[in-house]
């Protein structure tokens, strides 16, 4: 959708993003590696916005999403039991 709707302009997500999420999916499983999108997205977030609306040197910039996901992925695993219980208390599912 994000693509139609740019134009086709250009690539957001190249396939070394999905090597690596392949990569991570093998080592982590399937619930921490969905963990590690989400965080890898939410950090990407958080981080790339503020600084693309505060300066206008970001206004171009191509952020690497690979270094948002290898971030996630490094809490995914050392954090990722507890954040996912946490998340399911908090939901009302555990």
């Given at each position: 959708m994000f693509y139609l709707s740019s134009g086709r302009s250009k690539?957001?997500?190249g396939f070394g993003d999905v090597m690596l999420m392949?990569?991570?999916?093998?080592?982590?499983?399937?619930?921490?590696?969905?963990m590690t999108i989400l965080l890898g997205s939410l950090a990407g977030t958080l981080i790339a916005l503020p600084l693309t609306l505060a300066s206008q040197r970001f206004r171009n910039y191509e952020w690497p999403y690979a270094t948002?996901?290898?971030?996630?992925a490094i809490v995914a695993a050392l954090w990722g039991p507890e954040l996912l219980?946490?998340?399911?208390?908090?939901?009302g599912l555990a």
């Open positions: 690539e957001y997500l392949l990569m991570i999916g093998s080592f982590l499983g399937p619930a921490l590696t969905m948002f996901l290898g971030s996630a219980q946490a998340y399911l208390r908090w939901a």
